[in-house]
Nanobody, 122 residues
Framework: VQLQASGGGLVQAGGSLRLSCAAS????????MGWFRQAPGKEREFVAA????????YYTDSVKGRFTISRDNAKNTVYLQMNSLKPEDTAVYYC????????????????WGQGTLVTVSS
């Protein structure tokens, strides 16, 4: 399964963006999907994850109430709706897949997209 992330861009603080991650292959619905991000000079960090059916989600504390992860298994796509963006959200965002459990541990994800840059100006 290959992952292709898109939707990044430049937005002012308080604005919104929606990231998409399209997966190839026929096993998308079998796996937990996640989003991670890496800011300049920092380590990659977990953002959000969603269960196989979309019935369960998991967020890092800093994005709770602002970001929403969702998935459309018919379209093999996972989304990250980001609202009330802050300058500290600036990072390259990566989608990750093929995890078997809902987790923030990047080692549990076996597939990674190429990343899409989100820049939030103050």
């Amino acid at each position: 399964v290959q992952l292709q992330a898109s939707g990044g861009g430049l937005v002012q603080a308080g604005g919104s963006l929606r990231l998409s991650c399209a997966a190839s292959g026929r096993t998308f619905s079998l796996y937990v999907m996640g989003w991670f991000r890496q800011a300049p000079g920092k380590e990659r960090e977990f953002v959000a994850a969603i269960s196989r059916t979309g019935g369960s989600t998991y967020y890092t504390d800093s994005v709770k109430g602002r970001f929403t992860i969702s998935r459309d298994n018919a379209k093999n796509t996972v989304y990250l709706q980001m609202n009330s963006l802050k300058p500290e959200d600036t990072a390259v965002y990566y989608c990750a897949g093929d995890a078997m459990i809902l987790t923030s541990n990047p080692a549990a994800y076996n597939r990674w997209g190429q990343g899409t840059l989100v820049t939030v100006s103050s």
